[in-house]
């Protein structure tokens, strides 16, 4: 009986936020139909694509990417730098060498920027200054 109670539950806060989104029409019937079988399906097909969607949940993925590979970011940069040579790819490159401490990389990147006629932005003199003084503060990487 709790159990039948639980599902009871489950069908109607699901068919309310199907109804509250714009999905009743399909979602209601099926829910309705197939109980428990019906809320699984609304769940794996609208709720986690939803969920995993959001910002909070990119930001998450990100953070854990960037846990178990932290160089890929690195690695991609560096290959659209490969493709074009421009400044905006120089300077995403340079500010992931920072993050992945390559301060001397990041240095010649902003060097190469600065020597551009269109690198004389005052970003970039403040993002090689940035970088020079992360680097005395922060250990090498070797």
């Known amino acids: 009986m709790p ?4 599902v009871l539950l489950l069908d109607i806060t699901l068919i309310y936020h199907a109804a509250k989104t714009g999905r009743l029409q399909p979602w209601a019937f099926i829910i309705l139909m197939v109980p428990l079988i019906g809320s699984l399906a609304y769940i794996v097909v609208e709720l986690v694509p939803e969920w995993l969607g959001s910002p909070d949940a990119q930001k998450v993925r ?12 690195y690695r991609e940069l560096s290959d659209q730098l ?3 040579d421009t400044v905006a790819n120089r300077a995403a490159l340079a500010a992931e060498c920072v993050n992945v401490a390559r301060f001397g990389e ?6 190469h920027i600065l020597k551009l006629p269109s690198g004389h932005e005052p970003i970039y003199m403040f993002r090689k200054a940035e970088t020079q003084f992360r680097s005395i503060i922060r250990p090498r990487r070797f």
Do not use: C, F, I, S
């Not at 990100?62 to 970011?73: G, H, I, S, T, Y």
């Open 82 to 84: 490969a493709t074009a």
């Open 106 to 111: 990041a240095e010649q990147h902003y060097d």
């Open 62 to 73: 990100r953070r854990v990417a960037n846990r178990l590979d932290p160089e890929k970011q």
């Open 3 to 6: 159990v039948a109670l639980v």
